[in-house]
């Protein structure tokens, strides 16, 4: 029998994430509706779109007709139910709270058509805390991209004990349809298999900062030339985006009422005060506008 093959793709988020899962399916040749609740940040989904494609032509990366497609092949809605409405595919690009998918999942459940898969690309939440929301949980799992998500090839899929064979291997073809390189988890584990490594190394140089051992700039300097990484800790956290290490240190701390997973005082701090990174023009470094 013929496995069902994904056509249409439903990204919930039109976030940094979200838009640029979003336009990596669209330039693969998905159909692709990208949706939003904040009109804002539908709107610079959009202007993202319309930049980025004519940049890559004139850049030689891209034909006109690939632009042209990619570009015909993508919605923005801030409507769910006409987003998911005939999706084969939904991946969620929400926030990282476990209320919030709940919430969208159990909704995604009653809108989507009986064989749409349900994706989290949650960087820590499993799918075993959302798939019961649902009344399809054996097409519920995770599929995380990595942040630019249209330079990054890697995905890990997750299989929960609730996810079907044919779950993974949906997700692990439209991952390879969308040219990146997925990896397959076998059981579900707290930040998969990069962030778990990642994780590691962020708290040590988060550590050594509240210390006093050494600011942030010497321990990105430490980490590029020694060990070869191509960016430090805290410019890495910039990137990704303050808010979302103070939300997954929130989240795990209320989980499991353990304070090394409490948030720094630092992190804390650039929290409060709206310097997230790069998406808000301050972090731990200056961005500003161009």
């Known amino acids: 029998?013929?496995?069902?093959?994904?056509?249409?793709?439903?990204?919930?988020?039109?976030?940094?994430?979200?838009?640029q899962i979003a336009l990596s399916a669209a330039l693969a040749g998905f159909k692709v509706k990208c949706t939003d609740v904040n009109q804002e940040a539908l709107q610079k989904?959009?202007?993202?779109?319309?930049?980025?494609?004519?940049?890559?032509?004139?850049?030689?990366?891209?034909?006109?007709?690939?632009?042209?497609?990619?570009?015909?092949?993508?919605?923005?809605?801030?409507?769910?139910?006409?987003?998911?409405?005939?999706?084969?595919?939904?991946?969620?690009?929400?926030?990282?709270k476990l209320g919030l998918k709940r919430q969208l999942f159990r909704q995604l459940d009653k809108l989507c058509p009986l064989h749409t898969v349900l994706a989290t690309n949650s960087s820590y939440i499993v799918s075993s805390k959302i798939?019961?929301?649902?009344?399809?949980?054996?097409?519920?799992?995770?599929?995380?991209?990595?942040?630019?998500a249209l330079v990054m090839k890697l995905v890990e899929v997750v299989k929960g004990p609730h996810t079907s064979e044919?779950?993974?291997?949906?997700?692990?073809?439209?991952?390879?349809?969308?040219?990146?390189?997925?990896?397959?988890?076998?059981?579900?584990?707290?930040?998969?298999?990069?962030?778990?490594?990642?994780?590691?190394?962020?708290?040590?140089?988060?550590f050594l900062h509240d210390m006093g051992i050494a600011g942030h700039e010497e321990i990105d300097q430490a980490v590029t030339l020694a060990l070869g990484h191509p960016m430090g800790p805290f410019r890495l956290m910039d990137l990704t985006g303050i808010d979302l290490t103070y939300y997954v240190g929130t989240e795990r701390y209320q989980e499991?009422?353990?304070?090394?997973?409490?948030?720094?005082?630092?992190?804390?701090?650039?929290?409060?005060?709206?310097?997230?990174?790069?998406?808000?023009?301050?972090?731990?470094?200056?961005?500003p506008e161009k």
């Open 166 to 206: 044919e779950t993974t291997d949906i997700v692990m073809d439209v991952s390879v349809r969308m040219g990146k390189t997925p990896v397959l988890l076998k059981k579900e584990i707290y930040g998969f298999l990069v962030n778990r490594i990642l994780a590691a190394l962020k708290n040590e140089a988060i």
């Open 131 to 148: 798939a019961d929301v649902t009344s399809r949980p054996e097409k519920v799992c995770n599929m995380h991209f990595f942040n630019p």
């Open 256 to 287: 499991t009422g353990d304070p090394a997973y409490r948030p720094s005082p630092t992190i804390v701090e650039k929290y409060i005060r709206k310097e997230w990174g790069r998406k808000t023009g301050k972090g731990f470094y200056e961005y």
């Open 45 to 96: 989904a959009e202007q993202f779109v319309a930049n980025y494609l004519p940049e890559r032509v004139a850049k030689g990366k891209l034909q006109t007709s690939e632009a042209d497609a990619a570009r015909a092949n993508i919605l923005f809605t801030g409507s769910l139910e006409e987003a998911a409405g005939d999706a084969d595919l939904v991946i969620e690009a929400a926030l990282e």
């Open 1 to 19: 029998m013929e496995k069902p093959k994904t056509h249409r793709i439903c990204v919930v988020g039109a976030g940094n994430m979200g838009h």
